[in-house]
C-alpha cells in the first residue's frame, strides 16, 4: 500500500528528505539546557534512529516566570553536539532579529504554534532557503495554516514542513487535542509534508507513543518527539517527555507500523 502522497513535494534538509517514500523521525529536549543534557539526549536518540534534533533555545512560555531558554549561550553546545553526531539540528526562532545567528546552526527553522500567524516573521524567512517547520497554530484553522505556509512560499522559500502539533478544544483532561483529520487531510489537499507533534498534542509522556503511531497510520511524513534523560528535572515540558528508553521502545514499535505501511525509516546517519 502506498500511502506517500503523489502531489507531495519532497523537502530536503541535508542528506534528509521530508515528504519523499521514507519516514523521518525527529527527536530532542524541549529545551537545550547543558551541554551534558543536550549531548546524552543526541547520542540517545540517534542510537535509536533520530536523524534529526530538535532543541529550544529561546523558549515563548506561557508564563513569563518560568525559564526562558539559553539564549545564545546554547550556540556553542549546538554546534559541538553537531559535530559529534552529525545530526541535522532544527530550533524555533522567535524573533526575526535572530536569522542571521541562526543561518548555519540550524538546518531547519521551527516557527512555533505561537507564530503561525506572525506574518512579518512569516515574510522575512520567505526570503532564506533554509527550510522551514510551521506548525499550526492551537487556534489556527487547516485554511489558516496552508495561508501562512503558503506566505513562505510566495516570499521566495517553498521549503516548508507542515506540523500538526494538536489544537485548544473543549476537552481539558489532555494538553491539546491531536487533530489527526488535519494530518490526512493537508495529504490530500495541499503539496506540503507533514510531520506531527505528539510530545505537544498530548501533554502527556505515556499518551506520546499511541498519537506517534497513529500519526504514522494517517500518513504523516515523520514526527517530532520530546526526549529528556531525567524528565522530573526538565526546564521546560517534562510532563511529556519521553526518557531515552522510552523513545526506543517508540522506535521499536514505530518500524512494525511503518513495515505494515510498506514505508521506510529514514535511516540514521553514520
Ligand atoms: C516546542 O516545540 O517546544 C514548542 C514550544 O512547540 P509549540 O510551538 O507547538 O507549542
Ligand atoms: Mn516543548
Redesign the pocket.
Known sequence: MEITNPHTKPVRVGSLEFGGPSFAVIAGP??IESLEQCSQTADAVKKSGAVML?G?MF??RTNPETFQGMGSDAFSIVREVKAKTGLPFVS?ITDPRQISDFIGLVDMF?V????MHNYALLKELGQVQTPVML?RG?SGLISEWLHSAEYLVKHGNPNVVL?E??IRTFETATRNTFDLNAIAFVKQNSHFPVIA?P??ATGATSLVTPMALAAAAAGADGL?I?VHPNPAVAL??GFQALTPDLFESLMNRLERVLKALDRPLAKPLT
Not at 112 to 115: A, F, L, T, V
Open positions: 524541549c529545551s530538535r529550544g523558549k515563548l524555533e521551527q512555533g504554534s505561537r507564530n506548525k492551537f506540523c502539533r494538536g507533534d510530545s505537544h517530532i520530546e521546560s515540558d
